[in-house]
């Protein structure tokens, strides 16, 4: 059974903190996606990363997909409240678009 | 695009009755997938379709959960009857076929009392 662990499971914060979360598998994937969620609404992808190694930027977050395609994380610059929300990794085992395992995310709050 | 829309976005309902849950995918997407939220379990996959072909329904509960796809832009999740442990979040989701990545609706909060 694949799986991913995402940690820590609640991070709290002040505006302006640097953080950075993880999500590990002993499972290699295809590709692993990163979503945040917002309440009452559903996730929202950010990123896909494909390849060993790879590092994507989005303004202040940064991604990386471990060289081995088993463990990921996002790394938050000078987070906002806006930053808010439940992040969430999930990775695509066996190359087949249904195989999407989520983690269980990390449930960030950034405090003014 | 409006994106993926599902309704009910709010159902309250007695056990023992008949739910069904609604979703229009993004059109042109191939995939649409069915998941069930909650605290305990997070995402978890319940059903996905490829071409309106139920592919994987390994994730579907039990017999009192059934989904339809009778055409690209609909699909139903039915769950009868319903039972409080049925009480989640389902969000439906859909994707391209060579596009890595879902878009997902808003959901349904289902509670069975």
């Known amino acids: 059974t694949q799986l991913l662990e995402q940690s820590p499971q609640f991070l709290s914060i002040q505006e302006g903190e640097n953080l950075t979360v993880y999500c590990n598998s002993s499972?290699?994937?295809?590709?692993l996606q990163w979503y945040r969620q917002e309440p009452g609404e559903g996730p929202v992808l950010l990123v896909t990363v494909v390849t060993g190694g790879e590092v994507k930027k989005l303004k202040r977050l940064t991604f990386q997909f471990g060289d081995a395609r088993k463990d990921s994380s996002l790394h938050i610059t000078a987070a906002q409240p806006g930053d808010t929300g439940l992040y969430l990794c999930a990775g695509v085992y066996g190359g087949s678009q249904g195989n999407l395992i989520f983690g269980k995310g990390t449930k960030l709050s950034v405090k003014p | 695009d409006a994106g993926v829309i599902q309704s009910p976005r709010h159902e309250v309902t007695e056990m023992g009755q008949e739910v069904t849950l609604r979703c229009k995918p993004i059109?042109?997407?191939?995939?649409l997938f069915w998941y069930r939220q909650t605290m305990m379990r997070g995402l978890e996959l319940l059903i996905y379709f490829n071409n309106n072909v139920p592919i994987d329904d390994s994730g579907m509960p039990e017999d009192r959960f059934s989904a339809k796809m009778p055409n690209a832009s609909f699909s139903t999740l039915k769950i009868q009857p319903s039972e409080p442990r049925d009480s989640a979040v389902y969000f439906c989701?859909?994707?391209?076929?060579?596009?890595?990545?879902?878009?997902f609706g808003s959901g349904t909060r289902l509670t069975v009392v």
């Open positions: 499972s290699v994937f295809s590709s």
């Open positions: 059109s042109g997407h191939d995939y």
């Open positions: 989701a859909s994707s391209l076929v060579d596009h890595y990545g879902y878009t």
